[in-house]
């Protein structure tokens, strides 16, 4: 039986003969493309959440940024208009406290984001309500690696000129400064005719994004730096989450829980498989010196530390809670 069947199936035996309030629809806006980590995901949360509504409460789906990018989606969250969103990388733009997930190499694997979440969940979603968000679950985007159409990228002098497209989060941005590239943030749904025209070089984001857009079939080179693993938010409005009765709450928190098991899993087997579909392109792929690209990235979190109320203590934890892997 697959995943999501068993998922569903759990779910109907969990939640079975809870009450829920009548027609209640929910959409679930996001900005992956079919095939992506991001529809298998909210695919996945939705089907939980439904199978459990028992057909009185509904998420309805909408990839491909078909509500909206990542900003508009966050502003329609705040009016109404969409009940959901699976922010990622952006959510550095809502409050500083997520640039901790920007500091490059500070995550190690998916078991040291567990535990970072069990200890420092509090701190996120603090932050969350503070800019009138709560976070429902967690799921992911990944480990980002680098894709450009001028050279292999084995050192971060490489990166010298190349017109890099990054996510619309500030910590990003001053990285790739850092290591000399020339930083564009953009929408991810522009990416790709960027790259077919020629506007930018390259760009960073996990094989998942990387394949579900095509984008290895306008770009030359992959270098695999894993430079940074970024978290993605099942993110409501909170003042209309408060708002759905308590009974539905705490099912769309079972369902996000489940669904980052689910999202775990999967990702870790695109990972393997998608990798062989961005070589099968025609792609040259490279191994990059994560060392040096360590080395660096000191400065970022020097800055960091001393830019953001706290942040130095935020990067101690999280390193201290990595040394378990």
């Given at each position: 039986?697959?995943?999501?069947?068993?998922?569903?199936?759990?779910?109907?035996?969990?939640?079975?003969?809870?009450?829920?309030?009548?027609?209640?629809?929910?959409?679930?806006?996001?900005?992956?493309?079919?095939?992506?980590?991001?529809?298998?995901?909210?695919?996945?949360?939705?089907?939980?959440?439904?199978?459990?509504?028992?057909?009185?409460?509904?998420?309805?789906?909408?990839?491909?940024?078909?509500?909206?990018?990542?900003?508009?989606?966050?502003?329609?969250?705040?009016?109404?208009?969409?009940?959901?969103?699976?922010?990622?990388?952006?959510?550095?733009?809502?409050?500083?406290?997520?640039?901790?997930?920007?500091?490059?190499?500070?995550?190690?694997?998916?078991?040291?984001?567990?535990?970072?979440?069990g200890e420092m969940m509090d701190t996120f979603e603090a932050a969350a309500n503070s800019k009138g968000?709560?976070?429902?679950?967690?799921?992911?985007?990944?480990?980002?690696?680098?894709?450009?159409?001028?050279?292999?990228?084995?050192?971060?002098?490489?990166?010298?000129?190349?017109?890099?497209?990054?996510?619309?989060?500030?910590?990003?941005?001053?990285?790739?400064?850092?290591?000399?590239?020339n930083p564009t943030p953009m929408a991810f749904s522009d990416v790709f005719t960027a790259?077919?025209?020629?506007?930018?070089?390259?760009?960073?984001?996990?094989?998942?994004?990387?394949?579900?857009?095509?984008?290895?079939?306008?770009?030359?080179?992959?270098?695999?730096?894993?430079?940074?693993?970024?978290?993605?938010?099942?993110?409501?409005?909170?003042?209309?989450?408060?708002?759905?009765?308590?009974?539905?709450?705490?099912?769309?928190?079972?369902?996000?829980?489940?669904?980052?098991?689910?999202?775990?899993?999967?990702?870790?087997?695109?990972?393997?498989?998608?990798?062989?579909?961005?070589?099968?392109?025609?792609?040259?792929?490279?191994?990059?010196?994560?060392?040096?690209?360590?080395?660096?990235?000191?400065?970022?979190?020097?800055?960091?530390?001393?830019?953001?109320?706290?942040?130095?203590?935020?990067?101690?934890?999280?390193?201290?809670?990595?040394?378990?892997?």
């Amino acid at each position: 039986m697959k995943i999501s069947a068993l998922v569903g199936v759990a779910a109907a035996a969990l939640f079975a003969g809870q009450a829920f309030a009548a027609d209640t629809t929910l959409r679930f806006g996001h900005v992956g493309n079919p095939g992506s980590l991001f529809e298998a995901t909210v695919n996945n949360f939705a089907a939980c959440v439904n199978e459990a509504a028992g057909g009185t409460a509904e998420v309805q789906t909408f990839g491909a940024s078909q509500l909206g990018k990542d900003k508009e989606l966050l502003q329609k969250l705040k009016l109404g208009q969409v009940q959901f969103a699976l922010p990622s990388s952006v959510m550095s733009s809502v409050d500083d406290v997520f640039g901790i997930f920007e500091m490059p190499y500070i995550i190690k694997d998916r078991g040291h984001m567990r535990r970072v979440q069990g200890e420092m969940m509090d701190t996120f979603e603090a932050a969350a309500n503070s800019k009138g968000y709560t976070i429902v679950g967690l799921a992911e985007n990944g480990f980002r690696n680098i894709t450009n159409n001028i050279r292999p990228i084995n050192v971060p002098a490489d990166l010298e000129g190349v017109k890099l497209r990054t996510p619309n989060g500030a910590w990003r941005v001053k990285m790739f400064k850092e290591y000399g590239a020339n930083p564009t943030p953009m929408a991810f749904s522009d990416v790709f005719t960027a790259l077919q025209t020629g506007v930018i070089d390259g760009q960073e984001n996990p094989y998942a994004q990387i394949a579900s857009a095509k984008f290895q079939e306008v770009q030359k080179y992959l270098s695999v730096t894993g430079h940074v693993y970024t978290p993605a938010y099942i993110l409501a409005s909170k003042k209309h989450f408060d708002k759905l009765p308590a009974d539905l709450q705490a099912t769309l928190k079972e369902c996000a829980t489940s669904t980052q098991d689910f999202t775990y899993q999967k990702a870790a087997e695109l990972e393997v498989e998608l990798l062989g579909v961005i070589k099968a392109a025609g792609v040259e792929v490279n191994e990059a010196d994560k060392d040096a690209f360590i080395e660096a990235s000191k400065p970022i979190y020097d800055a960091f530390a001393s830019e953001v109320d706290g942040g130095g203590d935020m990067i101690e934890m999280v390193l201290s809670l990595g040394s378990s892997s």
